[in-house]
C-alpha cells in the first residue's frame, strides 16, 4: 500500500521531493475566484503541496492516510487541521467544501470512486485542483543514459503514465464542468546525492527489496558521476481545474 510505501521515507520525502511553483496556488485563486473560504488537502503527505496551498491564505484541513507522514505534516504546519485518514474513510462536512486539493496521490486513491468521492466532497460550485510533478530531463542524452542504468540494475518494465493523464481522467468522469489544464515546467539541477535521495522516496524503487534498491542506486549514481556529478531534470507539473456544477 502506499501508506506503507511512504511512511517508510517520511523523514526524507519532504527534503528530497521537489516543491510546487507558487503560481500553481495562484492559479487556483483566480480560478475559484478568490480565496476560499475552506480547503482540503487529499493525500498531504510531509506538506510538498502544502507549503505552496497555505499560500491561498484559506483554512486547510490535510486528509493523510499515514500517521508517520501526517505527524510531520503536524510538525510542520501547526496552523492546518491534520485528519489522519484514507480519503474513502473521510466524511466531508454536510453541505461540502468550496475547494478540494489533491496533489501526487490522484493515482493512489479509487479509480473507480475517486471523481465522485470528490464530487461529492464539494459543496456546488466548488473548485477541484489536482496536479502533480513529471520527472523527465533537459538533455535527452542524460535521459537515456539514466534509464539504462535503471534497465541495467532492474530489467522489470516500468511504464511511466502520460503528463495529463489525469485531466482525462477528471474530465471524462462526467461529475465536473469547465475543466482546464494548466502546465508549469522548470529546470531543476540535482547533485548525484539529490538525485539518489529522489529515487529512494519513488514507489517503484521501495517496492524493490534492499539489495536491489541498492543496486538501482548504485548504477543511477554511477550515471550521474559520469555527467560530472550533476543531472538536470526537466520538471513538468501539471495543474488540472475543474468544478463541481453549481
Not at 522516496?201 to 556529478?229: C, H, I, Y
Request: net charge negative; glycine share 8%.
Amino acid at each position: 500500500m502506499a501508506v506503507m510505501l511512504f511512511g517508510e521515507v517520511a523523514d526524507n520525502y519532504d527534503q528530497a521531493r521537489p516543491g510546487y511553483p507558487g503560481e500553481v496556488a495562484e492559479a487556483i485563486r483566480a480560478y475559484h475566484g478568490g480565496v476560499p473560504t475552506r480547503l482540503v488537502e487529499v493525500g498531504a503527505g510531509t506538506g510538498r503541496a502544502t507549503e505552496v496551498l497555505v499560500g491561498l491564505g484559506a483554512p486547510m484541513t490535510c486528509v493523510e492516510p499515514d500517521r508517520r507522514m501526517a505527524e510531520r505534516l503536524t510538525a510542520r504546519f501547526p496552523e492546518v487541521e491534520v485528519v489522519v485518514a484514507a480519503f474513502e474513510e473521510w466524511t466531508p462536512p454536510p453541505g461540502g467544501v468550496p475547494a478540494l486539493a489533491c496533489a501526487l496521490a490522484w493515482h493512489w486513491l479509487d479509480p473507480d470512486t475517486r471523481n465522485r468521492r470528490a464530487s461529492d466532497a464539494l459543496a456546488p460550485g466548488g473548485t477541484l485542483a489536482v496536479f502533480g510533478h513529471r520527472y523527465d530531463y533537459v538533455d535527452p542524452a542524460q535521459g537515456a543514459a539514466i534509464r539504462a542504468a535503471f534497465e541495467s540494475a532492474d530489467p522489470s518494465p516500468h511504464r511511466d503514465p502520460q503528463d495529463d493523464w489525469f485531466h482525462a481522467d477528471i474530465a471524462g468522469s462526467g461529475h465536473f464542468t469547465d475543466v482546464r489544464l494548466v502546465p508549469f515546467r522548470r529546470a531543476v539541477p540535482l547533485d548525484t546525492a539529490a538525485y539518489q535521495a529522489l529515487v529512494s522516496t519513488f514507489s517503484p524503487q521501495l517496492k524493490r527489496p534492499p539489495e536491489l534498491r541498492e543496486r538501482v542506486l548504485s548504477a543511477v549514481g554511477a550515471t550521474v558521476d559520469g555527467f560530472g556529478g550533476t543531472v538536470v531534470l526537466d520538471l513538468r507539473t501539471t495543474l488540472v481545474l475543474a468544478r463541481r456544477p453549481a
